[in-house]
Structure formats: structure tokens, C-alpha cells
């Protein structure tokens, strides 16, 4: 798992290099971190607030939909065959790694060179499951990636985006990881059936 934890965060890596000199070679400054390079610390500093609230309250909607959906506990079992028991510390590098990764090369370099619409339909696609039943997977990706294109907009800056995809990314892989499936939870709660 170390092996295959260092692979993953080198390839987020690539991803932070490319986002840096494409944003570099296309506009005139390389600080694709801010919207606004007018934009102060104390902006700076509150915006990953919003996006800690936001994904927050993602999280909590995919645990209310869990029970309901039947692709999301069939998405998180694939999940779990990848990621098998990883320990804290690398769940923390890998949700971070994916979270700044992305952030940079989507809302960062790719917003900034073809718009919020472009850059979320390829951030969609990088989210395309094995399985078509699981397809609503790259559905929610994309009204996510929308989202947080939108909060990239609203606040100037990548903070919250960045924020937003950590949260979103490592209390999903904690529960995948450490949590039993919500339709066998529901199917214990239901206790036998009678004939």
C-alpha cells in the first residue's frame, strides 16, 4: 500500500507541476492561487473556512443518500478493494495530495484557460467509474465540480476549492475505509425476514 500511496501522490504531484507552468505560459503571472493577486492574507486566510463548511455538508448529504442509493455503497466497496485499511497518515497525504492536485490543474490553470464549464466537463470525466451503475458518480462529480468552480469564483481565490475537495476527500476515504457498507447496516437493522 506505501508503494502504491507514493505512486498516487507523485502522479497529484505531475498534476500541481503541469497546473503551474500551463497557468505560467498562459497568463502573465504563475500565481494560480489567487483570481486576484490584489487579493490580501486576511481573505486569504478565511476562505478555506467556507470550504471546510462546504464539504461538510457534501459529506453529510452522501451519508443521508447512502442508505438510498444503491451506487453509492457499490462505489465505496470498489473503493475499498484499491485502498484496502490504509493508515491515518496516509489517508491525510492522499486526500491532500488529491485535493491540491486537482484544485490547481481544474480551478486553477484550466478555469483560468478555458472556463468554468470546460474544466469541470474534464474534471467529470476523470471521474468516470468501471461500472456503468455506478455513472451517477460522474454525475455528482460534475454538479461538484461546478460547485467548486463557484466557490474558486466567489471568493478569488483556490482556498476554498482546495478546503472543500480535502474534507470531501478524506472523510469519505475514513468511512470507506473503517466503516461497513450502509446496506448491510440497514439489512442487520432490519433483522430477519419471517415466512
Known amino acids: 500500500l506505501a508503494i502504491d500511496l507514493l505512486i498516487r501522490s507523485g502522479l497529484y504531484l505531475v ?10 505560459a498562459t497568463q502573465e503571472t504563475n500565481d494560480l492561487w489567487r483570481l486576484d493577486a490584489d487579493q490580501g ?24 443518500l ?7 455503497p457499490e462505489l465505496q466497496g470498489e473503493f475499498r478493494e484499491i485502498f484496502g485499511r490504509p493508515e491515518l497518515g496516509e489517508l491525510l497525504l492522499l486526500a491532500a495530495a488529491s485535493a491540491i492536485g486537482e484544485e490547481l490543474l481544474f480551478r486553477g490553470a484550466m478555469m483560468d484557460a478555458w472556463g468554468p464549464w470546460i474544466s469541470t466537463l474534464v474534471f467529470g470525466l476523470l471521474h468516470v467509474p468501471p461500472k456503468r451503475s455506478m455513472w451517477p ?12 468552480a463557484g466557490l474558486t469564483l466567489l471568493t478569488g481565490n483556490l482556498g476554498a476549492a482546495v478546503a472543500a475537495h480535502f474534507v470531501i476527500n478524506f472523510l469519505n476515504m475514513m468511512h470507506i475505509t473503517r466503516q461497513a457498507p450502509a446496506t448491510a447496516v440497514l439489512g442487520a437493522r432490519r433483522g430477519p425476514r419471517v415466512q
Open 15 to 24: 498534476l500541481s507541476l503541469v497546473a503551474f507552468f500551463w497557468h505560467g
Open 41 to 64: 492574507l486576511l481573505t486569504l486566510a478565511w476562505t478555506p473556512l467556507v470550504g471546510v463548511a462546504f464539504g461538510l455538508a457534501v459529506v453529510q448529504g452522501f451519508r443521508f
Open 66 to 72: 447512502e442508505p438510498r442509493m444503491a451506487w453509492i
Open 137 to 148: 458518480w460522474t454525475a455528482s462529480s460534475l454538479v461538484l465540480g461546478l460547485c467548486l
